[in-house]
């Protein structure tokens, strides 16, 4: 019996020796995170630059010397993506990208992006993701200025757009930039505006959207492609037209036109599916795009979805009112394929309900869109 509670007692002294050693190795973390964030001043940047520059030097010369044996130069690839793994640091002082930009280490940067090895030009795209976050860059509209001015300079688009086309959806790694290039673009969008008409006019990145839309299985990356498209043509006159021009309007019937008989599955494909038709009323605004519009049978189309009843039924009442206003072949067409009698069920308040659109602010919503759409039919044709 004795030694049996000896045996406990050894155990519970070394349980709460154990249970020490986390508690100390735990407080020993968060000390150096501490000191870490305490020492992220200009000397520690010089420092972090000038370590990375001399690996990136190592590498390079590592791969002219050795260009077909990888075995030779892999280990100096191993130190570089540990060094750009250190620059992410930055993002928590982003007072000191301007210093970052004076050090004139963004072109040895966005250069890695057409690296070689495909693991480095991802490492660069989280880093650029990291850095140019919305919740780093608030309250911070001077260095982000900066820096997003620097990146475009030494073409970052075009670097960005480029690397995104080799990129597979198959592999995990590599969906997880792709998400990534995404999202370091909307965030330069966000500090510069101009930046979304930059990119469509430098890059292929317009038509590289429209491809991930045409795509039939959904993922996040689909979603996020379709966030972006929108963003780019929201305000975008320039981009609406060369969308329309690239045969995008066809592209994003297309898109719209695998759930007129179905709803979507997830709370995000419906996130999706709300991002197409911002894209397909974004594209109608110009009046050349309300001609392609109505050659792709769009009429026809919305009004399959307003009879399928479906959750993009409202969606689709907007589309029409934006193809109608203010275009009488549109108007015409609505007519002649017998879209009154669609139209009129609605406005007599023989709208589907759901447990989305129960809410009173989305029948209004509705009543004024099928207003305005009526408004066309006695303004141009009737």
Known sequence: MEVSNALKRKRYDDDNYMEAEVDLSLLEAVEKSQNTVELLDLRTLKKLVLSFERRLKENIEARLKYPDQPER??????????????????????????????????????????????????????????????????????????????????????????????????????????????????????????????????????????????VRE???????????????????????????????????????????????????????????????????????????????EGVELMIIIMKQKKSAYASAIRALDFSMTKYPPACERFVDVLGLKTAFAAFMGKIPISKKNKKERYQEELEERLVSLIASLFGECL
């Open 73 to 214: 130069f892999a280990d100096s690839e191993v130190e570089l993506h540990e060094e750009l793994e250190k620059l992410k640091i930055l993002a928590g002082a982003p007072e000191l990208y301007p210093e970052l930009v004076n050090l004139n280490a963004i072109p040895s940067i966005l250069n890695l992006l057409s690296h070689d090895n495909t693991d480095i030009a991802i490492d660069v795209v989280h880093l650029l993701e990291d850095l140019t976050d919305e919740d780093v860059l608030e309250d911070n509209d001077e260095p982000a200025r900066i820096l997003v001015d620097s990146l475009i300079e030494n073409n970052v688009l075009e670097l960005l757009v480029q690397n995104l086309q080799r990129l597979s959806d198959k592999d995990p790694d590599e969906m997880s930039a792709i998400y990534n290039t995404l999202a370091s673009i909307e965030n330069m969008i966000e500090v510069k505006p101009t930046v979304a008409e930059l990119v469509c006019e430098r890059t292929k990145l317009l038509r590289w959207l429209l491809g991930k839309i045409k």
């Open 218 to 296: 959904f993922d996040s990356n689909k979603q996020y492609a379709s966030e972006i498209l929108a963003i780019l043509l929201q305000n975008s006159t320039a981009n609406q037209k060369r969308l329309g021009q690239m045969n995008g309007v066809d592209v994003v019937l297309q898109a719209v036109a695998m759930y007129k008989s179905k709803d979507p599955k997830t709370s995000d494909e419906e996130e999706m599916l709300e991002n197409l038709f911002d894209c397909l009323c974004c594209l109608l605004m110009p009046l050349e795009n309300k001609e392609r519009f109505v050659k792709a």
